[in-house]
């Protein structure tokens, strides 16, 4: 057993049973509460893969994913396009991408749309959003219910003074793959999108936002892997009694260790449709209304020009994977070690949550997952937001396009998988503090 899954044994102590809130595990049971006067806060986690049928890839599948298909950019490894060192010192990579990932060539999903019906119906208390490309905010869905955990393409600045940059200018530079600078002429620095790189930390707004967990009737988890820190975190801070419901491809994290948990394993588009045709009143005909506004909301981008996302070659990637870092290992073990000590002195033993069992064949799986596909469920105390004193300051294996490592939280880490840390040289400063430890 790994040392995350430990922790998630302390943290979340909840044992799976029949149902105490659903009727069942199924998807009548889900649209029954989501109907119901009882489910009156939903919340949502969603990741990447809502937004793969709109056309933008996933981006850590082995053989379709954008990490192994960016040979061209010749890429020491390839999530050093979205590593803020990496970028500091060649953003040219960055931005030749961004010409094809830019917000307003692609259009929302039914699944964005779903999430503005949850809005309508006065159901949504927030869309927690790993993703970078604003589909949310192009579906319609308020701003004020979205929080983009990870950035976005929504804004821009100098990454040396930090001044806004003009979004007109932006739009231009990115369709052009031109690397923008500071409207300063004296600093000239680069400008990057308010998009969380690896190696920079969430939004200050984080644990603030976070702490409204509190209030969920209903937490709705879907295109995530569930593998990025703190982020992933955020599933064990919805109350005990709150149903969970997993709509992915396979089943991951801990999903199923709780009696209320409900694990949908089908592409998004299919499942929030079924959802919609089980709770009736008109759902699906609103839905499918809201998604047929989003038509004008998107130019797609040419097909005739050349794409930088092409088969990868698997040696170049296999050369770019780093090493295992010991220094988050005895990191994370010294946590556990503390956790349950102090499990033992406040509440005795606690009982262990059985083993989730992924359900999805290894051949389904990603292969940072195939050994072990069961999350950490760090669970802090109720009104607990996520820690610093729970996280590494170490830099991490990046995550998945739009599930970014997120400006005061240590960099977000993987609970499965080698750990790595950026192929880039140190400063002089991380240099002088190595000596002086």
């Not at 590593?83 to 259009?107: H, V």
């Not at 089908?266 to 038509?295: H, N, Q, S």
Request: glycine share 6%.
């Amino acid at each position: 057993m790994s040392v995350m899954d430990r922790l998630s044994q302390l943290l979340g102590r909840v044992l799976p049973g029949d149902p105490i809130v659903l009727e069942g595990r199924d998807i009548p049971s889900v649209a029954k509460f989501l109907k119901s006067d009882e489910c009156k806060n939903v919340f949502l986690m969603v990741g990447a893969g809502i937004s793969t049928s709109a056309g933008i890839p996933d981006f850590r599948s082995p053989d379709t994913g954008l990490y192994a298909n960016l040979a061209k950019l010749h890429l020491p490894y390839p999530e050093a396009v979205f590593d803020i060192r990496y970028f500091s010192q060649n953003p040219k990579p960055f931005y030749t991408l961004a010409a094809e990932l830019y917000p307003g060539y692609y259009r929302p999903t039914v699944t964005h749309s779903f999430i503005r019906l949850l809005a309508e119906k006065g159901k949504l208390y927030t869309c927690f959003t790993q993703n970078i490309d604003t589909l949310e905010r192009r579906a319609g869905v308020p701003v004020e219910k979205i929080f983009e955990a990870h950035g976005s393409f929504a804004s821009q600045r100098c990454i040396k003074c930090k001044n806004e940059y003009p979004t007109e200018d932006m739009m231009l530079h990115v369709k052009l793959a031109e690397v923008p600078h500071c409207v300063d002429e004296v600093c000239g620095g680069v400008v990057k999108p308010d998009i969380v790189f690896f190696g920079e930390g969430l939004p200050d707004t984080f644990e603030a936002a976070v702490k409204n967990l509190e209030e969920a009737d209903l937490l709705i988890i879907m295109g995530t892997s569930l593998t990025v820190y703190p982020f992933a975190a955020l599933r064990s801070m919805v109350p005990a009694k709150c149903p969970r419901v997993l709509i992915n491809l396979d089943r991951v994290g801990d999903i199923g260790a709780r009696a209320d948990d409900v694990a949908l394993l089908m592409p998004c588009d299919e499942a929030v449709r079924k959802l919609c045709d089980e709770i009736g009143d008109g759902w699906r005909e609103e839905l499918e209304r809201l998604w047929v506004d989003t038509e004008n909301t998107y130019t797609p981008r040419p097909t005739e020009e050349a794409s930088v996302i092409g088969k990868g070659d698997g040696e170049k990637v296999a050369k770019g994977k780093l090493s295992k870092n010991p220094h988050l290992e005895d990191e994370v073990a010294r946590i556990a070690k503390m956790v349950e000590e102090k499990m033992k002195v406040e509440d005795g033993p606690a009982d262990p949550a059985p083993e989730d069992k992924p359900a999805a064949s290894e051949e389904s799986q990603p292969k940072e997952t195939l050994e072990d596909t069961s999350a950490a469920s760090v669970r802090p105390e109720p009104s607990a937001a996520p820690k610093a004193g729970m996280q590494t300051p170490a830099v991490e294996k990046p995550a998945e396009v739009g599930e970014l490592a997120g400006p005061t939280h240590p960099t977000p880490h993987y609970e499965t998988g080698e750990l790595s840390v950026p192929q880039t040289k140190p400063s002089v400063d991380d240099v002088e503090e190595e000596k002086k430890a």
